[in-house]
């Protein structure tokens, strides 16, 4: 069955990088676009990058823009999500997921599903 496991996360201090990984499997990664969503507790999910399956195309949130970088390795059947210059406001559970429609935005959450457990990134001011 379709499985994404994300890792990488942790407590950091403002000013600092992560680099969070999620690792697919049960399904053909190098055909699907890819996304990492955050989510706060209280909040709804929120889109932060998008890959296409081909790596060469990414879309970001504007808060993220400049700081984080999405990218994946087809032979490796992971994605990626490099975080530098980390803020307090980034602090939430970064989820990825698998695009399974073409119909609303990139951004839309509707577009995506096989949702991952979540690695939690915290970032101290």
């Known amino acids: 069955q379709v499985q994404l496991v994300e890792s990488g996360g942790g407590l950091v201090q403002a000013g600092d990088s992560l680099r969070l990984s999620c690792a697919a499997s049960g399904f053909a990664f190098y055909n699907y676009a890819m996304a990492w969503f955050r989510q706060t507790p209280g909040k709804d999910r929120e889109f932060v990058a998008r890959?296409?399956?081909?790596?060469?195309?990414?879309d970001y949130a504007d808060p993220v823009k400049g700081r984080f970088t999405i990218s994946r390795d087809n032979d490796k059947n992971t994605m990626y999500l490099q975080m530098n210059n980390l803020r307090p406001e980034d602090t939430a559970a970064y989820y990825c997921?698998?695009?399974?429609?073409?119909?609303?935005?990139?951004?839309?959450?509707?577009?995506?599903?096989?949702w991952g457990q979540g690695t939690q990134v915290t970032v101290s001011s």
């Open positions: 997921a698998r695009k399974i429609r073409e119909f609303y935005s990139v951004a839309d959450i509707r577009e995506y599903g096989n």
């Open positions: 890959i296409r399956a081909n790596g060469r195309e990414t």
